[in-house]
């Protein structure tokens, strides 16, 4: 059984309105090195959606999504070597 992957980075991005996850993470994804995977935690469905879009468009790698109880979890692998 293959073990869930494990974020080197989680922003807590809960009850931020839209686009406030999504400029977490760019801010993120600019601060650290390429292959580093970042975990976003929000709190709506859209967010998820937006940053799943943008991700795809962006050239990073979209490794999941996940809904907890009560939030929602984007786990991307920045672009890079």
Known sequence: ???????DRV???RGLLCPGPLMELVLALRANPPR??????????????DI???VTKSGHE???????E???GVTVR????
């Open 1 to 7: 059984m293959r073990q869930p992957l494990k974020a």
């Open 11 to 13: 922003i807590d991005a």
């Open 36 to 49: 580093t995977v970042i975990e976003v935690l929000c709190s709506d469905e859209t967010s998820v959606k």
């Open 52 to 54: 799943s879009q943008w």
């Open 62 to 68: 979209l490794l999941g999504r996940q809904a907890h």
């Open 70 to 72: 009560g939030h929602f």
């Open 78 to 81: 920045k672009a890079g070597l």
